[in-house]
């Protein structure tokens, strides 16, 4: 039974999702994902965000270009977090999205990360879940403690070649 659900209004923003995706399946975390517009189809959304809950949902990772409404529509209907994804879009560079999601009237919050910032969606919905789960509170140490090594090893490599030769 999957605890998170991602879900899209679009195949074009299936490379941004993709990374929440690659991070859950790293911590060992179940997920859906699943492609809804929630304009073109708003029986199916309504159906899908409605359900999640008794679905055994936790958590939904909702990402949206332009308007938008995806990540605030599902934040209405499921009484869980919320973590939206603002895309990129050509005519405003993803700030459109960003607006659309982040500024949600009271009583509907949504978690808002980066325009297409679809690994620290994954990351914040793993930290959520942590709160009640410490096996996976020790993953996510590790997932920290593996990436504090890379930086270290970074700089290594850079000491060594100097900055010239370090590409």
């Known amino acids: ?3 998170v659900g991602i879900v899209m209004g679009s ?6 999702m993709a990374k929440a995706a ?4 790293e911590l060992g975390i179940s997920y859906s994902i699943n492609i809804i517009s929630a304009h073109r189809e708003p029986d199916v959304f309504y159906e899908y965000a409605s359900g999640a809950e008794a679905a055994g949902i936790k958590v939904i990772i909702a990402g949206a270009g332009m308007a938008a409404h995806l990540p605030g529509m599902c934040a209405a209907l499921f009484p869980m977090p919320v973590i939206g994804i603002p895309m990129h879009t050509s005519s405003l560079g993803g700030r ?4 659309s999601i982040v500024q949600m009237p009271a009583g509907i919050p949504v978690a808002t ?14 930290k959520i879940l942590a709160v009640a789960d410490s096996g996976l509170l020790s993953r996510l140490k590790e997932y920290s403690q593996t990436m504090k090594e890379g930086v270290k090893e970074k700089d290594a490599r850079l000491q060594e070649l100097g900055y010239q030769q370090y590409k």
């Open 1 to 3: 039974m999957p605890q």
């Open 11 to 16: 195949d074009s923003d299936m490379p941004v």
């Open 22 to 25: 690659d991070i859950l399946s």
């Open 96 to 99: 459109d999205s960003l607006y």
């Open 113 to 126: 990360v980066a325009i297409n910032g679809g690994a620290n969606a994954g990351l914040l919905a793993a």
